[in-house]
């Protein structure tokens, strides 16, 4: 079955630095979001991507769409302890798939 | 701002037992969706809902499981008879428009412990 990958499955940052999570969709997507999700919390809805290298910015958020509209990225630039939760890319494809996620530390 | 509310927050159940999770999604909103994500795993999406019929169901929405939207506010998911790997939480969410184009709006979900 189609199945949506992130790496990495973790990552520790200090404060300041930059961080980027990729998500790879083994079929092509029609669409991608990206959701965030707090510790202890629900997703919440950060942003869609519909056009084939397609790329938005969300303030210190940069988010891609590949030319195949097979994978995407989400790019933060000097994270801040705010910054801490698991992004997950969600994707529709036969079905709407949530990606495995990547959950950020941020070390003040 | 208008949110999607589920209750109860912690339900407790031994396994066999059916147990019924409620949620009432954003009132002008037209598509529903359950989830589930067992801890600190991925979310995975188990059922969308529109016009009171399923529109789309993953192969963990087995015989076990059905939603229904018994009024005008509340969306419910029933597991009939509970597996210890049921244990999760549980996620409902809606949306305005066409399912998977537009934002999701997640609840705060509910915790499900099968003992």
């Known amino acids: 079955g189609q199945q949506v990958m992130q790496i990495p499955q973790y990552q520790h940052v200090q404060e300041g630095e930059d961080f980027t999570t990729y998500c790879n969709s083994s079929?092509?997507?029609?669409?991608i979001q990206w959701y965030k999700q707090r510790p202890g919390g629900h997703p919440v809805f950060l942003i869609q991507l519909v056009k084939s290298g397609e790329v938005k910015k969300q303030k210190r958020l940069t988010f891609q769409f590949g030319e195949a509209k097979k994978n995407s990225s989400l790019h933060i630039t000097a994270t801040q302890t705010t910054d801490v939760g698991t992004y997950f890319c969600a994707g529709t494809g036969n079905q709407f798939y949530f990606g495995t996620g990547t959950s950020l530390t941020v070390i003040p | 701002e208008p949110e999607v509310t589920q209750t109860p927050s912690h339900q407790v159940t031994q396994m066999g037992q059916e147990v019924i999770l409620r949620c009432v999604p954003i009132s002008n909103h037209l598509y529903f969706y359950w989830y589930r994500q067992i801890l600190g795993q991925k979310v995975e999406f188990l059922v969308s809902?529109?016009?009171?019929?399923?529109?789309?169901k993953s192969e963990i929405f087995d015989d076990q499981f059905s939603v229904e939207r018994p009024d005008g506010s509340n969306f419910t998911l029933k597991i009939r008879s509970t597996k210890l790997e049921d244990s999760a939480m549980y996620f409902c969410?809606?949306?305005?428009?066409?399912?998977?184009?537009?934002?999701?709006?997640f609840g705060p979900g509910t915790r499900l412990t099968v003992t």
């Open positions: 969410a809606s949306s305005e428009e066409t399912p998977y184009s537009y934002e999701q709006y």
């Open positions: 079929t092509t997507l029609s669409n």
């Open positions: 809902f529109y016009n009171n019929e399923i529109s789309e």
